[in-house]
């Protein structure tokens, strides 16, 4: 199937990344529609690549912020995050260190009492190649 064939019996296009993205180093492509093509191209291929060899946590984490940032950083408290999703504080705290080692989450400015919010970089794909062993199934 080429990339702009539809599936039979929808109006749906196919993926945009083929599921298997394990050699996959480059980040999605820009789509149509600007800012926000660019933010649906990196949700398919955080969901098509990487959501399937994630733990939950991590997943409800990266969502969370996916959804945040504003254009490609977010800005959060970890007990903002954790309300959200559902989770304790500290396991947010332990599902962040988990994608920053994936390659997942870049932690720009760590925030805190008298610190403000911590600003993150939010990734759909692994960016450097040892860092993609973390997210083996």
């Excluded at 019996?9 to 298997?20: F, N, T, W």
């Excluded at 180093?25 to 399937?52: I, S």
């Excluded at 008298?114 to 939010?122: A, P, T």
């Amino acid at each position: 199937m080429t990339r702009a064939e539809r599936l039979e019996g929808c109006d749906v296009l196919p993926p945009l990344l083929p599921p298997d993205c394990q050699d996959e180093r480059k980040p999605p492509e820009a789509g149509h529609g600007g800012r926000a093509g660019q933010r649906f191209a990196a949700f398919n291929a955080f969901v098509d690549c990487t959501l399937a060899k994630l733990p939950r946590t991590d997943a409800l984490v990266w969502f969370v912020l996916f959804r945040d940032a504003r254009p490609d950083t977010a800005r959060s408290a970890q007990s903002f995050i954790a309300k959200r999703a559902g989770l304790g504080k500290r396991t947010v705290g332990m599902a962040i260190k988990r994608l920053e080692r994936a390659g997942l989450l870049d932690v720009l400015h760590r925030g805190g009492l008298n610190r403000g919010f911590s600003i993150y970089r939010i990734r759909p794909l692994a960016q450097d190649g040892d860092r993609r062993k973390v997210l083996a199934p």
